[in-house]
């Protein structure tokens, strides 16, 4: 079901699980905001689950420590929302191994990971999960401008986004009155213009050039940053990586001030980095829903050394050796 974007797709999926006034939704900290504000358009309820400081993703040691406390209080969630941050897919089949006797709903976040595979499959192939959703922002791995997916195995998942992405309203096939439709429930106009259609037609037949540029990218990096005082992004067993972001996280001594000053040397010589994320919990709104800092401290201890370094197809060899020439030389200054 093509959406307007990730965001409606997320909240379409939410509700196509059934996530109403009260439901227990978990996700990562180390995401968007948009991956947890979903369940709270649903008058869910968030939580999260701390990370796993090597992969990033959601930690499934973690999930199952929280799980079983949340059995004994009869507080379980009704779904996780996974994460493929940076297009590093999750251990989808530990993950689900884990939350499916609880009776519990997946739904990927897979906005990073078009283009990523998983056991040779896809991302998107929901063998282990209920539903997955897909980004076409401007700087996904393909662009309708705006732009997103929900894509699922389960018929009564796909006829409620459909319904849901579109006020509500389904067709009526009644012959008799042809001119018929029946608002079931309240929905929305999430759907996607004919026009990003044709532009995310078009750029779906260059994924595949466009994964394979962005490994390339990433290779260099992992081949060039080697040596420094750097933990390098992890690709997990028997997957691919759709490479939307190159996370680096500094482990010098002062992180956070080394993290600042290579931030401020990119930019001087035109590079913009980003930080990917500022922990979900602790922004200022959900601080008010009674989050704290220290929460979930592995998110948090990754954010203070994290960068994410320039990432895109039409980045030239010759810009991202300067890159790593500026990393190189501000973490030896030190
Ligand atoms: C992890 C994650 N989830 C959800 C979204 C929302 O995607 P969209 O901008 O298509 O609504 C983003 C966007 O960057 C994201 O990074």
Redesign the pocket.
């Known amino acids: 079901m093509a959406v307007s974007?990730?965001?409606a797709g997320?909240h379409t999926a939410c509700h196509a699980l059934g996530i109403r006034a009260g439901d227990r939704v978990w996700t990562s900290p180390n995401?968007?905001v948009?991956?947890a504000n979903c369940a709270l358009y649903c008058d869910g309820a968030v939580d999260f689950v701390d990370i796993d400081p090597r992969s990033y993703n959601i930690s499934v040691s973690e999930l199952e420590r929280k799980l079983c406390t949340a059995a004994e209080r009869k507080a379980l969630p009704k779904a996780l929302i996974a994460?493929h941050f940076a297009g590093q897919p999750c251990d989808m089949r530990e993950l689900a191994a884990v939350v499916r006797p609880y009776g519990i709903g997946i739904i990927e976040?897979a906005?990073?990971a078009l283009g990523a595979t998983y056991q040779g499959e896809p991302v998107g192939s929901c063998r282990y999960s209920d539903a997955a959703v897909f980004?076409f922002?401007a700087i996904k791995s393909i662009t309708t401008g705006?732009g997103?997916m929900v894509v699922t195995n389960r018929e009564n998942i796909a006829r409620n986004a459909r319904r849901f992405r579109s006020h509500g309203i389904t067709p009526d096939t009644s012959r008799a009155e042809p001119w018929r439709y029946e608002q079931r429930e309240l929905g929305y106009n999430y759907r996607m213009t004919d026009i990003q259609a044709a532009l995310g037609a078009s750029q779906l037949n260059k994924l595949d050039e466009f994964i394979a540029r962005r490994t390339e990218i990433a290779k260099r990096y992992t081949a060039g940053l080697a040596e420094l005082p750097l933990q390098l992004p992890h690709i997990g067993d028997d997957t691919t990586s759709a490479w939307h972001l190159y996370p680096i996280q500094i482990m010098t001594d002062d992180r956070a001030g080394t993290r600042r000053n290579l931030y401020f040397e990119l930019l001087q010589h035109g590079f913009r980095s980003q930080v990917h994320y500022i922990p979900v919990h602790t922004q200022p709104f959900y601080r008010a829903l009674g989050f704290r800092a220290g929460d979930f401290p592995a998110a948090e201890s990754y954010y203070e050394g994290a960068l994410s370094l320039p990432l895109f197809v039409d980045l030239a060899d010759s810009d991202q050796d300067r890159v790593m020439e500026i990393i190189r030389s501000t973490l030896t200054q030190r």
């Open positions: 974007s990730a965001t997320l995401s968007f948009a991956s994460v976040d906005t990073h980004s922002h705006e997103g």
